[in-house]
């Protein structure tokens, strides 16, 4: 995965707000042109990642090398990485053609120059009718073009995203996630976007880093991630409704040492399973429905059926449980085995 | 639904009446009496006022003190609005971020504002004494004989001043708490795009602070032309050579000393004018420069 040397290199990465440990010893690199997703729960130290790399916070310990220097000690701007932040940051004094124009001027480029180059990173995101328009008064999709051209003109070797469509209403997210892929391979520039949602975790990156108390719990394709969480953490974490995990030598077999855990798409109802489970009640969600039921031993198990299953609430159902897919850990540490 | 309609201004007014009335009676009612005094011969002390005319506009016209007034006014209010307004802002940018002992410094900020004028003006009496007072010393430190402060017109003039420098509280708790609301992403996205400390304070605080500092300004300006009153009296009585005779000074000697209410009323007047005018200019030169979007 990784080339001679990365855009992005973290080695032992640890910062600590007083007694709060943030990041506990974070590794991760990122190639070229590779786009990585961190997710994880709030309180993960996503966000503290992407701040670091930034520059706008200093590590304890650790180091960060972006194209093979070690950034550690360069001011922020001076780091070639650009940041689109959750709320985008614009400034609300200005017009769009202000925020663009902005850095550069900041870094002296002339006027002319300067102009010429917004105007063609707003035509890039296609925001040029707004250009004379302030930030309150667009809505959170503009705005957030605004803050894509922004970074843009800094001409990053990496880009660092925290949570942009957190602010956006779901059928923007979808058709903003298309732009958002799209400009990216136009780039191929590295690319760290932060989010908490699965769901855009999976499907933007080229990999997904979870996260959780600070550590690094996985990294890999998307779906080898779902496929084989490494820990329970993971496989709880990743996928709607999570993975089920049954304490070993219960209704999945195995043994005290083990905990096993089974996808509810792995699960299928099937009257010669053998299952037995009190279905307690049914998600219609439209293409599919989610089962939860209960097994006498008290183990809840959730399975994804078809649309439109015939059980009701309170039936008895059997289930048949997919031995190529039933994921096994280690009961203490939680890890795979 | 219609009935609730109609009782919600009722109770609204209700509410506001109180304070209605004590506006009407203690405000708009004698300001409009004043202007009605202003064409009299009133004296303050006796019960009926004769109509002049436009006796007193003629006095006015030709009253070589009130010239002397109104440029005490103007010298004092072009000083004291731009060094009170930079003292606010600076101590308050300064002081808004936490740091150790900020708390003590933003304390130490404010108190003299809490300090009565009168116990600050017998303080800076000392403050501005030619003999002993510490202003002197600290200039005999870089080897300066000092000055006479009280007894030249000009240092006079700066010594009032000096002392309206210190009671900035109101100012300072306005920047503080307008400069803590600033979003503190902005000052990030800033920094990521090679924006330092004085580039920040240029292109963001002070744009983003833009309305607050007109605001001060304005106010700023209304209090400085009336506030000299008291420094003026308690150190200076007017003098040296009427250099800190300000306006609402001379009001009160015409007013009080020497019984001229009526020619009282009518300077009243004109301050309000003067204020008036250098409130205009200011927000013409505020259009003028785009400081407000």
Request: aromatic share 6%.
């Amino acid at each position: 995965m990784s080339t001679e040397h990365d855009a992005i290199r973290l080695e032992s990465l640890a910062k600590s707000y007083g007694k709060v440990t943030a990041l506990d010893g974070v590794d991760l690199e990122v190639g070229v042109g590779e786009l990585v997703t961190l997710v994880g729960p709030s309180g993960s130290g996503k966000s503290t990642i992407l701040r670091l790399i930034a520059g706008l916070e200093r590590p304890d310990d650790g180091r960060i090398l972006v194209n093979g220097q070690d950034v550690g000690n360069l001011p922020p701007h001076r780091r070639a990485v650009a940041m689109v932040f959750q709320d985008y940051a614009l400034y609300p004094h200005l017009t769009v053609r202000g925020n663009l124009l902005f850095g550069l001027r900041v870094r002296r480029v002339r006027r002319g120059e300067a102009e010429q180059r917004a105007q063609q990173a707003a035509e890039r995101l296609g925001i040029t009718d707004l250009l004379d328009r302030y930030p309150d008064q667009m809505s959170g999709g503009q705005r957030q073009r605004v803050a894509l051209a922004r970074a843009l003109l800094r001409e990053p070797r990496v880009y660092l995203f925290d949570e942009p469509m957190a602010s956006l209403d779901a059928p923007l997210r979808f058709a903003t996630r298309a732009d958002l892929l799209a400009l990216h391979r136009e780039l191929g520039t590295a690319t760290i976007y932060v989010t908490h949602d699965q769901a855009e975790a999976m499907t933007l990156g080229d990999r997904v880093a979870v996260l959780h108390a600070g550590q690094v719990r996985q990294v890999g394709r998307p779906q080898e991630v779902y496929d084989r969480p490494a820990d329970t953490f993971v496989a709880g974490f990743l996928g709607s409704p999570p993975m089920n995990l049954v304490p070993g030598g219960g209704v999945l077999g195995g043994t005290a040492d083990l905990t096993l855990g089974v996808r509810p798409e792995d699960l299928a109802l099937d009257p010669d399973g053998p299952l037995e489970a009190t279905v307690e009640a049914v998600e219609a969600l439209g293409s599919e429905a989610i089962m939860l039921t209960r097994c006498a031993d008290g183990t809840r198990l959730a399975v994804r059926t078809g649309p439109r299953p015939e059980s009701r609430p309170g039936d008895r159902v059997r289930l048949r449980p997919d031995p190529s897919r039933i994921h096994r850990f280690d009961a203490d540490s939680g890890r795979r085995r | 639904m219609k009935t609730g309609r109609a009782r919600r201004p009722l109770t609204a007014w209700a509410f506001l009446a109180p304070y209605t009335v004590a506006v009407v009676l203690l405000i708009a009612l004698p300001a409009l009496l004043n202007v009605g005094y202003a064409f009299t011969d009133h004296t303050g002390l006796t019960r009926d006022p004769q109509f002049v005319g436009l006796a007193n506009v003629r006095r006015l016209l030709s009253d070589g003190f009130l010239l002397d007034s109104l440029r005490a006014s103007l010298f004092h209010v072009a000083l004291a609005v731009p060094v009170r307004l930079l003292a606010a802002v600076g101590l308050g940018l300064l002081l808004a971020a936490p740091r150790p002992g900020g708390r003590l410094f933003r304390v130490a900020v404010y108190l003299p504002t809490v300090i009565p004028d009168v116990a600050l003006a017998v303080l800076f009496l000392w403050v501005l004494n030619p003999l002993y007072g510490p202003l002197n010393q600290l200039l005999g430190l870089f080897g300066h004989p000092g000055y006479t402060w009280l007894a030249d017109p000009t240092t006079a003039r700066i010594g009032v001043v000096l002392m309206l420098a210190f009671p900035i509280g109101e100012g300072f708790i306005v920047v503080l708490a307008a400069r803590r609301l600033l979003d503190g992403r902005l000052y990030e996205a800033a920094a990521l795009e090679g924006c330092g400390p004085f580039g920040q304070l240029r292109r963001l605080t002070l744009p983003l602070l833009a309305p607050v500092l007109v605001l001060l300004a304005v106010r700023d300006t209304i209090l400085t032309l009336q506030v000299n009153f008291v420094p003026a009296y308690v150190l200076t009585d007017g003098r040296p050579a009427n250099a800190t005779l300000y306006l609402p000074v001379y009001i009160f000697d015409q007013v009080f000393e020497f019984s001229g209410f009526a020619y009282g009323s009518l300077i009243t007047i004109m301050l309000m004018a003067v204020t008036a005018v250098i409130i205009v200019l200011q927000l013409l030169l505020v259009r003028r420069w785009r400081v407000l979007r």
